[in-house]
């Protein structure tokens, strides 16, 4: 059987689509579905039924996918990466956005990197979740941290952690509105005070007005920076007020750098997703790692 009608079927199968495999392999739709073809006459048996939207695998394409996808992943993976005696280190690709990457699972992950020689060695990228599940889907990452959890059977998502979110910012502020006070619950009058955020869109504090307050904030954003932890260190010197993961601002609300201007009964949460392509964690260093952080994460929540 052809190996490279065996990595076309086993990417239609975790993409659901023609048109989508054909993207992820390079080729052009035409050629996927004439691979397909060959395949199932090779067979002597359907390997998906089509839809007006996509594909979806028969009992037998399952089965095929099921006991091809881990050894394709492996063949490519040394078809990438050579194979050398002397370096039997395999290496874990991660993505996910930078600021829970960083303070969060590479300090995890870490912990297995080289370890009697049963480790792996670790690269890292960062980006949005969007980025992160197409590099993901494209075979350029093995394990993608993301906020949403990705549709079809291309890519599998385990639940990992949920961040709480807290209002927060500058003890001279909480001063001028009166907020920041012990258990307050009410709304405080925070439309005078500047915003800082990590996009024009105002991401994190829109989607808290409207979960807490059910409704949209008055001001603009006054410093915009691409990085919560930058947020952070402007909300520190006093710019203004954001919306933070508590991880990020624990210590800065514990020194009393920062307080939390509001206390709702119910904080806003966002939930953490571990990604995998379907099938790749038979591979014991990616399964190694997802066990790995999940185990983490419940330190975290």
């Not at 067979?43 to 996509?54: D, E, M």
Request: hydrophobic content about 45%; some cysteine; aromatic content about 6%.
């Amino acid at each position: 059987m052809d190996l490279a009608l065996l990595r076309t079927f086993v990417t239609v199968h975790r993409a659901g689509s023609f048109t989508r495999a054909a993207a992820l392999l390079g080729l052009s739709q035409p050629a996927v579905t004439s691979q397909i073809r060959t395949l199932e006459r090779q067979l002597g048996r359907p390997l998906f039924l089509r839809q007006a939207r996509g594909v979806t695998p028969t009992t037998i394409g399952d089965e095929l996918a099921h006991k091809a996808a881990p050894h394709l992943d492996a063949l490519v993976e040394i078809a990438e990466t050579g194979i050398d005696d002397d370096s039997p280190v395999r290496t874990l690709h991660l993505a996910g956005p930078p600021e829970f990457t960083a303070e969060r699972a590479l300090s995890a992950l870490t912990e297995l990197t080289g370890k009697d020689g049963q480790g792996f060695a670790l690269r890292a990228t960062f980006g949005n979740a969007e980025e992160a599940l197409e590099g993901l889907a494209a075979g350029h990452h093995d394990l993608a941290i993301g906020t949403a959890r990705p549709r079809g059977a291309l890519l599998t998502a385990t639940p990992l952690c949920d961040e709480e979110h807290v209002l927060v910012a500058a003890p001279r502020w909480a001063a001028q509105t009166g907020a920041g006070e012990p258990r307050r619950t009410s709304a405080p009058d925070l439309a005078h005070v500047p915003v800082v955020e990590v996009h024009e869109s105002l991401p994190f504090v829109t989607r808290y007005w409207a979960s807490v307050f059910d409704t949209c904030p008055a001001a603009p954003g006054t410093v915009v920076v691409p990085d919560l932890r930058a947020v952070l260190t402007c909300v520190i010197a006093g710019a203004g007020l954001a919306v933070l993961p508590r991880y990020l601002c624990a210590a800065a609300l514990a020194r009393g750098d920062v307080v939390a201007l509001h206390d709702p009964a119910v904080p806003p949460l966002r939930t953490y997703f571990l990604v995998v392509r379907t099938g790749t964690l038979a591979m014991p260093h990616i399964a190694r790692a997802h066990e790995w952080l999940l185990r983490a994460a419940g330190d975290w929540n």
